[in-house]
């Protein structure tokens, strides 16, 4: 069936402006054309016409670049929950990121095959949820951050056969956490945990399979080590120096700040349902400064900024308000949860941007969110693969979309 978009605003991510009175032709799961004039549609031979109210914005669906779907917030409780509960998370984060105009999703580190699961859940359509892409678990060094979900190694043999095994799972990337972080309470921020012949390692292996790597890398002496043997993405990046900024813009590398992840801890720790314990939130509010500067020299040096929201669900929108607070344009925010996440989870040939023969993964908002990066919040309409799964904030998928229905089990056979 071909289906015309048409009237209100389009935030193509290509140009960066938002431009009216343009229409976007959906086929077969693919955006089909991107036409200047609405009136050109008439040649389309559409079957369904949707028209959108003159205030209102198309965009690509959003990317967050990094999500724990195992988990719903803070409460570290539920790290000792059981694999089959936590698998339920996945399910219901998921549809809280698609309710929220997110339409890929990368999970960053889980235990026991879930995000592996889940993915392949969703293949099969036995659920709904955006795109994703995987790691399996963390290589992490013995005690190191988040031991609950890490592949524990010590020395370069054991990082390889840890990488090695992520991979066996069909992987998307590789993840590393190098150093501490601010919700655990071993390590600090800045202190290295593992050596860098492990890393090395885990670097060659996952290049030598074709695949990326991510690291959880906060600050301290480690960035440009990484950087120079190799490593593709580094998340968090709270306490950058010039230095190793400019090492990473020379490299290539890609930054994933997660900027309101480590605010909301600051700010609100304290008041979740189950509060985070004090030195967790202390090293928060030391934090917050010194990732707003690391930020801002990061866009002045010109490396491509990712948006990513870690261990919430549903708030990218906090991720690029946080953006625009710390000194970034709207749609310099916009084009980090689009474009620039597509290119950092090397998906551009499929998402990221409104353009003929990508997937049809696509947001409708109320406002121009090039105007307010706020008007963001107001979902009116998702599309995943050319099918309208959200409208007026409810799912909308058809019973079709779920394509193994269940079987009448007959025992004529008997
Ligand atoms: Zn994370």
Known sequence: MKTAIINGKIFDAVSGTTRQNGAVILEDGKIQAVLQDAREADRCC????????????????????????????????????????????????????????????????????????????????????????VCGQPL????????????????????????????????????IMVTGGISTPTGTPCTAQLKMDEIEAIIDIAHMNGKYVSVHLQGGDSLIPCVEAGVDTVEHGIFLTREG???MKRHGVYYIPTLSAIKMIADKGAEESVPLDHVSIEKAKAATAAHRESFLAAVEAGLVIGAGTD???????????TMVEYGWTAKDALLA????????????????????????????????????????RNVHMVFLDGERVVQDGMLAYPLTYLVEPIQSISNSGK
């Open 46 to 133: 559409v079957e369904e016409w949707i028209q959108l109210g003159e205030e209102e914005c198309l965009l690509p669906g959003l990317i967050d670049a990094h999500v724990h779907l195992a988990f719903g917030g803070v409460d570290k409780r539920e790290k000792a929950d059981s694999a089959p509960y936590r698998q339920m998370r996945f399910i219901q984060n998921g549809i809280i990121n698609l309710m929220h105009g997110v339409t890929t999703l990368r999970d960053c580190g889980a235990a026991d095959g879930l995000d592996i699961n889940y993915k392949r859940a969703l293949s099969r359509r036995i659920t709904i949820g955006p795109h994703l892409y």
């Open 140 to 175: 992490i060094a013995s005690g190191g951050h988040c031991t609950y979900m890490g592949r524990q190694v010590d020395g370069p043999y054991e990082a390889r056969k840890g990488t090695r095994e992520q991979l066996d799972k069909m992987v998307d990337f590789i993840k």
């Open 245 to 247: 900024i400019d090492c």
């Open 311 to 321: 261990y919430k669900h549903g708030i990218l929108a906090d991720e690029l308000e």
């Open 337 to 376: 949860a689009t474009r620039n996440n597509a290119q950092i989870l090397r998906i551009e040939d499929r998402a990221g941007t409104i353009e003929a023969g990508k997937d049809a993964d696509l947001l409708v908002v109320r406002g121009d969110p090039t105007q307010c990066v706020s008007h963001i």
